[in-house]
């Protein structure tokens, strides 16, 4: 399992902060790695929402099927994606501060069924592709939502 974590002090309310990443429609704002991003199921986020998140994949085009499967507003959400390669699970923590708030997001990559011992490969890749997430995530997080 592939696994990245960051934490970033938002400028925004907790309230905010947490709106926005529980919407995945928002991954397309701060994550260079998706493309487009569909919501399949629900209006906003909520429990029991479903998405379609397009990614970039060395070249091509992937879709991972996203469902809520944590909703706690306005403090936790975790959602897990799945195609027939990969499963991610991104859990996404909110903590009000003086300034603020700290949101720490944790994505967890796995490959799906014969390819599941490649997971070692996944590591490398995976730290710049959430590098490169993490900063999109830290200019979105200083930014007032209006």
Not at 15 to 41: C, I, S, Y
Not at 54 to 81: C, E, M, N, Q
Not at 108 to 132: C, M
Request: proline share 4%.
């Amino acid at each position: 399992m592939a696994t990245y974590k960051t934490t970033v002090q938002s400028t925004m309310s907790a309230h905010e902060a947490f709106a926005f990443m529980a919407d995945l429609r928002n991954f397309a704002v701060w994550d260079p790695g998706v493309v487009k991003v569909t919501q399949v199921q629900g209006d906003g986020p909520g429990p029991d929402t479903v998405f379609d998140v397009v990614v970039k994949t060395g070249g091509r085009v992937a879709t991972l099927r996203y469902r809520t499967t944590i909703f706690d507003a306005p403090h936790s959400v975790t959602v897990r994606g799945k195609n027939a390669l990969l499963t991610s699970v991104d859990t996404v923590t909110v903590v009000p501060n003086e300034h603020g708030c700290d949101v720490t997001y944790i994505a967890e990559l796995t490959f799906n069924g014969l390819l599941k011992p490649a997971d070692v490969f996944l590591r490398a890749a995976f730290q710049k592709i959430g590098d490169r997430a993490a900063e999109g995530l830290r200019r979105s997080l200083t930014t007032s939502i209006s």
